[in-house]
């Protein structure tokens, strides 16, 4: 089955740095394309940044914009979020996504806490 993992949140001081990993399995992941989600509590969750799956176009949202990278390995099945330049209100939940076929699939999420 579609299993996605992420790791590599905490707790960091405004102007940190920190890079999240999405782990994958059950499917291909290397056709698919990627993206990363957060949610603060009370909020939906908005898109942060999205991967494609050829050519590894990305995207992102206009507050994570020079500050944010995502990245994949296809060999590894796994995608990335370097997190640089930090702020207090880049605290919350980071969730990984995938869209296969007629399938919405989430990671449990991965809490990020920028504060000092």
């Known amino acids: 089955q579609v299993q996605l993992v992420e790791s590599g949140g905490g707790l960091v001081q405004p102007g940190g740095s920190l890079r999240l990993s999405c782990a994958t399995s059950g499917f291909t992941f290397s056709m698919y394309a990627m993206n990363w989600y957060r949610q603060t509590p009370g909020k939906e969750r908005e898109l942060v940044a999205g991967i494609t799956s050829v050519g590894g176009s990305t995207n992102y949202a206009d507050s994570v914009k020079g500050r944010f990278t995502i990245s994949r390995d296809n060999a590894k099945k796994t995608v990335y979020l370097q997190m640089n330049s930090l702020k207090p209100e880049d605290t919350a939940v980071y969730y990984c996504?995938?869209?296969?076929?007629?399938?919405?699939?989430w990671g449990q999420g991965t809490q990020v806490t920028v504060s000092s």
């Open positions: 996504y995938t869209r296969i076929g007629w399938g919405d699939y």
